[in-house]
T-cell receptor
Framework: AQTVTQSQPEMSVQEAETVTLSCTYDTSESDYYLFWYKQPPSRQMILVIRQEAYKQQNATENRFSVNFQKAAKSFSLKISDSQLGDAAMYFC??????????????FGEGTQLTVNP | DAGITQSPRHKVTETGTPVTLRCHQTENHRYMYWYRQDPGHGLRLIHYSYGVKDTDKGEVSDGYSVSRSKTEDFLLTLESATSSQTSVYFCASLRTARGELFFGEGSRLTVL
């Protein structure tokens, strides 16, 4: 079974600065998907960014980018120019392409990000 | 975004009572999921469905059952609620083309 580990339960960053959230995963599959979800105090789960394992290029969405290291099974999220609205719980998630597993997402424990003004 | 709603959003119940949480989606997605969220554990999969009347267990399925009689509805039932089932429950459906999950707003359940 796949596992996802987020080793930083809490992180903080100053407004306008850059922060990196770490995620590692364990899998024997060669093709899969990785995601970062954001959960603000409203509790809504919001997709931030996705990465397909077969793509070598790191995904980018505006101020959010990832550093995908397939060999190291590492998938970190970088937030540039942090804003107060970025304060949230961030979850890293893994999805197998195999429909036999229900295409389920396996989540890490989460990292609570605080943005200081 | 996918239209996916959960009801009730908040519920307080007593130990031993049955509870049903409802998830409704309007996107005709085939796959649907129930997760529970607890501090320090992230989101853990309870059950999922890959079509009408087709369901399977996730990693924390004990004490829970599900049913899916229509594509748009996925029900989660706690046959006899226990305090350990106090949690926030999320329903989600899979947007197959992009492989991402869309989530409902969550249902906070408290079992006294």
């Amino acid at each position: 079974a796949q596992t996802v580990t987020q080793s930083q339960p809490e992180m903080s960053v100053q407004e306008a600065e850059t922060v990196t959230l770490s995620c590692t995963y364990d899998t024997s599959e060669s093709d899969y998907y990785l995601f970062w979800y954001k959960q603000p105090p409203s509790r809504q789960m919001i997709l931030v960014i996705r990465q397909e394992a077969y793509k070598q290029q790191n995904a980018t969405e505006n101020r959010f980018s990832v550093n995908f290291q397939k060999a190291a099974k590492s998938f970190s999220l970088k937030i540039s120019d942090s804003q107060l609205g970025d304060a949230a719980m961030y979850f890293c998630a893994y999805r197998s392409p195999q429909e036999t597993s229900g295409s389920r997402l396996t989540f890490g424990e989460g990292t609570q990000l605080t943005v200081n003004p | 975004d996918a239209g996916i709603t959960q009801s009730p959003r908040h519920k307080v119940t007593e130990t031993g009572t049955p509870v049903t949480l409802r998830c409704h989606q309007t996107e005709n997605h085939r796959y649907m999921y129930w997760y529970r969220q607890d501090p320090g554990h992230g989101l853990r999969l309870i059950h999922y469905s890959y079509g009408v009347k087709d369901t399977d267990k996730g990693e924390v399925s004990d004490g829970y059952s599900v049913s899916r009689s229509k594509t748009e509805d996925f029900l989660l039932t706690l046959e006899s609620a226990t305090s350990s089932q106090t949690s926030v429950y999320f329903c989600a459906s899979l947007r197959t083309a992009r492989g991402e999950l869309f989530f409902g707003e969550g249902s906070r359940l408290t079992v006294l």
